[in-house]
């Protein structure tokens, strides 16, 4: 496990030499230590990333260059995808299945964006004016210097969401992880290092939000911020990007809705329910935490969501058939228990789930399942980041998509029915990014990811994403021998 941190090439100490303890939420043992980058460490990778950016090679070679670079960076993942997997469960406490699915992931990530920077070579748009004596092209370049911030639910793929795009596009970055889940992206360094990438195109930085992320964002040398995590984060932040104008881009959290008609088959009804849930313990930011099924099927599919829900298996996300871990630390697992009680104090009705029963260490949620919350209760209007679903009915289409729309998040929607035309009125109707039609959750590299409202702004993912990092420059070239004639007639 490394314990150093990535800066201009370089495998390096923090200053300082301070560390945070790196606890199993399994078993709540402390295993490992991370470096707890300070400010200085911050200021020095930033400086790194705007001199490779500035003077380095990378934005000069061509995008088929950096396509091999990636590549590596692709196959480095691949090489090592059982020990980073095993990394990812015991920081992060995910069934291995999910950490290897997450890993293969990010890996293919940066496959498909080696393929867009190679698209990016020779790419010129010839605009036609309507007047004559000029001819003009749009040319996209890199931003510049990225500063990229991530959460800890998916901890290696969202750093592979943006540096992957970033280095594609030919900017250089610097990138701070959640100090709760920093292991693979140390890691990610010393596989960039590997891959020969050329130094201070990519740096890493371990530590604080307060500290590190905040020298980030405060930088002048940062042309770009890449935050994905909480709206309270993500609007301190984009204060912060306005004092000095940067270009910023927010993921942002959600409370989305999943909207199941009587026509749907209640089997699949289920099963989509739950992974739009209990997959990585509910701990997805488009999380379908909001389902509202048509009254005449309400009742039978509660029971069968109930009675499926306990049979999850719950456990150290390392032991064989473990469905669901533990949360990430101790703050989240208490987090959610409050939120799970606070819904009963506000009206909700506990249908099934609340704190695991049978472990005595580890952070266990069992499937929660909320009936009967209130509009204005906070379990349904807030985001709880867990493994709790709130379910009530409804009676009309009209209603479904009023309710669902009722949120100030507007991440994503999901919507299953028998009736196409339904189908495709409702998914038009859902003021969201992201809308999944008869299932919940499945992402893709190619297809953009972000959010409406509150949940963001910009898109990550597929060629959005790699817009995220580019700057469109106009060339406007006078092309008439006829004198201009304003001043000299
Ligand atoms: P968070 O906002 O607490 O932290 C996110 C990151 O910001 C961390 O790296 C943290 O260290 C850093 N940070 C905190 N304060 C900072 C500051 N002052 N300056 C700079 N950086 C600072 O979020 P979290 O708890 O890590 O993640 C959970 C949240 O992330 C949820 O709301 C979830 O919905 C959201 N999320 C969204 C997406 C998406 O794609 N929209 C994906 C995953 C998670």
Request: aromatic share 8%; glycine share 10%.
């Amino acid at each position: 496990m490394q314990t150093r941190l990535f800066i201009n090439g370089d495998l390096v100490a923090a200053t300082g030499g301070a560390t945070l303890p790196v606890v199993n939420p399994a078993t709540e043992a402390v295993f490992h230590h991370i470096p707890a980058g300070t400010a200085a460490d911050a200021n020095a990778a930033v400086l790194a990333a705007r001199a490779a950016f500035d003077h380095g090679p990378w934005r000069q070679m061509s995008g088929a260059q950096r396509a091999g670079y990636l590549r590596a960076i692709a196959q480095g993942i691949r090489d090592r995808l059982p020990e980073l997997a095993r990394l990812e469960v015991l920081d992060n406490g995910k069934p291995l299945p999910e950490a290897e699915w997450d890993l293969g992931d990010a890996a293919g990530c940066f496959d498909f964006y080696a393929g867009l920077a190679e698209e990016l070579d020779g790419e010129v748009e010839t605009i036609s004016l309507g007047d004559a004596r000029f001819v003009s092209k749009a040319v996209r370049e890199p931003v510049g210097v990225a500063g990229a911030i991530i959460p800890w639910n998916y901890p290696l793929l969202m750093a592979a969401w943006k540096v992957a795009p970033a280095l594609a596009a030919g900017c250089t970055m610097v990138l701070k992880p959640s100090e709760h889940t920093s292991l693979t992206a140390l890691e990610l360094g010393a596989i960039a290092k590997d891959a020969g990438l050329p130094s201070g195109v990519l740096n890493i930085v371990t530590g604080l939000g307060q500290t590190v992320g905040q020298a980030i964002v405060d930088h002048p040398d940062v042309d770009k911020l890449a935050f994905t995590g909480s709206v309270p984060t993500g609007a301190r932040l984009m204060a912060a990007a306005a004092r000095n104008v940067k270009n910023i881009s927010l993921e942002l959290g959600g409370k989305s809705p999943f909207v199941i008609f009587a026509d749907a088959d209640i089997e699949k009804a289920v099963e989509w329910i739950m992974f739009g849930i209990f997959w990585n313990q509910g701990q997805v930011c488009s999380a379908t935490s909001r389902v509202l099924v048509e009254r005449s099927l309400y009742p039978a599919l509660l029971e069968r969501l109930l009675a499926e829900a306990q049979k999850i298996t719950i456990g150290d996300g390392l032991a064989q058939g473990t469905l669901l871990g533990p949360l990430v630390n101790d703050l989240q697992y208490r987090k959610v228990l409050a939120a799970i009680d606070r819904a009963v104090v506000q009206g909700a009705t506990l249908a099934g789930g609340g704190k695991a029963a049978g472990f005595d260490k580890g952070y266990f949620v069992a499937p929660t399942v909320l009936t009967d919350v209130p509009l204005t209760a906070d379990a349904w209007v807030e985001e709880i980041f867990g493994p709790v679903v709130c379910i009530r009915a409804f009676e009309t289409e009209e209603e479904a998509v009023r309710l669902a729309n009722d949120s100030r998040f507007g991440l994503a929607a999901a919507v299953m029915t028998a009736d196409d035309a339904r189908a495709e009125r409702v998914a038009a109707a859902f003021r969201a990014g992201i809308v999944w039609i008869n299932c919940s959750q499945p992402t893709f590299t190619e297809a953009p990811w972000g959010g409406y409202k509150q949940s963001g702004i910009g898109r990550e993912l597929g060629r959005w994403g790699l817009d995220n990092y580019l700057e469109t420059k106009q060339i406007t070239r006078l092309v008439s021998d006829e004198p201009w004639g304003w001043y000299i007639k």
